[in-house]
């Protein structure tokens, strides 16, 4: 663990020393060829991921040119052309990124890492996706769920994602939901958030395209859970976290009608804050079509009836909705009241804040005198 983090230390200075130089110095200061090579992949991963793709792939030409004069070296070969190929991607140019990622294919042998061989098959079954070409899509993403399988299973999630996308784009919404639920196992396994959130997110756009209010209504659910296990600032506007749907061309009825059957599917079943998060979601469709009255509706109901007072993080989001909507339509004398039971949560919650944040010092306090055996 010591080591561990000294490398840690040691790889962030060098980054730092890397970043302060101008290339030719540093390269110039590198013995090594494959130290130059990687170098200039790395300054072209910082381009890429800051948005320049000139400068990301003048970097990656550049790595290029060493990593061909140098023998064995087909793995940095593999990678700099993959990632040369995201840039023409980044520039929506499939087609050249395409023609960009195969420059590597002779280049790929026994020496090619796991790693470099799936993400080249992945990207490679994008780029055909993108140009509609599905059947050589759907035979490079298999490519690349079976180098996943047998090196890093979790892996694959993104990979079904991808094939699903495929299904989804082509109409085939069985095999869609097939590949987003194998996604979404591993995903929940493997309890990464931001996999997970993900995912989430496709399978309510899926079941809101097929109109299928049950198993929206399940997903709604999850995804009101799945807000409710992290650390959240109440004082936000929590419809910005709500699960994005994409209606499609759905009507406004069509929208609510979907949402009012899943919201009734979760009274049945008790799910009583799932049903509180779709009044949510119909007051902003409605505020959306300029019906904000409509949707006051939805959140008053919220109020009186599927909100606990005692449940202050779930009150303070909902009557800050209530306020803008009244402000909005003039209803001053109702928002006035609203701003009053807002500044009495407002009040409970910096408490609660306080104490929370008191509990964790003392918390910390205790663990550190243990280490020390106080």
Not at 303 to 314: Q, Y
């Amino acid at each position: 663990m010591f080591l561990k983090k000294c490398f840690c230390i040691l790889l962030f200075g060098y980054c730092q020393f890397v970043q302060a130089q101008p290339i030719e110095k540093i390269l110039s200061s590198l013995t090594s060829v494959n130290e130059k090579i990687d170098t200039l992949h790395y300054f072209g991963r910082r381009y890429h991921l800051k948005a320049m793709p000139d400068s990301a792939k003048w970097y990656y030409l550049e790595g290029l040119k060493l990593a061909t004069q140098t023998k064995n070296n087909s793995d940095r070969i593999v990678r700099l052309y993959t990632s040369l190929s995201r840039v023409e991607q980044m520039q929506r140019d499939p087609q050249r990124a395409l023609a960009t990622i195969n420059e590597a294919k002779p280049f790929i042998d026994a020496n090619t890492s796991k790693s470099v061989l799936q993400n080249h098959r992945f990207l490679t079954a994008t780029y055909f996706r993108l140009l509609l070409k599905y059947d050589s899509a759907l035979y490079y993403y298999h490519e690349a769920e079976k180098i996943s399988n047998s090196h890093k299973p979790y892996g694959s999630w993104f990979i079904y994602d991808g094939i699903a996308e495929l299904f989804l784009a082509s109409e085939e919404y069985e095999k869609a939901e097939e590949y987003y639920l194998k996604a979404y196992n591993l995903t929940k396994a493997g309890g990464v958030r931001m996999d997970h959130g993900l995912i989430i997110n496709r399978l309510g756009n899926l079941y809101t395209k097929l109109d299928n209010a049950e198993k929206f209504a399940e997903i709604l659910k999850e995804f009101q859970e799945f807000n409710e296990n992290k650390k959240r600032d109440f004082q936000k506007d929590a419809l910005h976290s709500l699960l994005f749907i994409n209606w499609g061309n759905k009507t406004l009825k069509e929208k609510v009608t979907l949402l009012e059957n899943a919201k009734k599917l979760h009274i049945k079943n008790g799910f009583i804050s799932a049903a509180a998060l779709a009044n949510y979601q119909i007051a902003s469709i409605y505020e959306e079509n300029n019906q904000p009255e409509e949707g006051l509706k939805y959140l008053y109901e919220n109020r009186n009836f599927f909100i606990e007072k005692n449940a202050v993080s779930e009150r303070y989001p909902n009557l800050k909705y209530i306020y803008e909507l009244e402000v909005k339509i003039g209803k001053t004398a109702d928002a006035l009241l609203t701003a009053n039971q807002l500044l009495e949560l407002i009040a409970k919650l910096t408490d609660h804040s306080n104490k929370e944040l008191a509990f964790e010092l003392e918390k910390k306090i205790r663990n550190c005198k243990k280490r020390k055996g106080n």
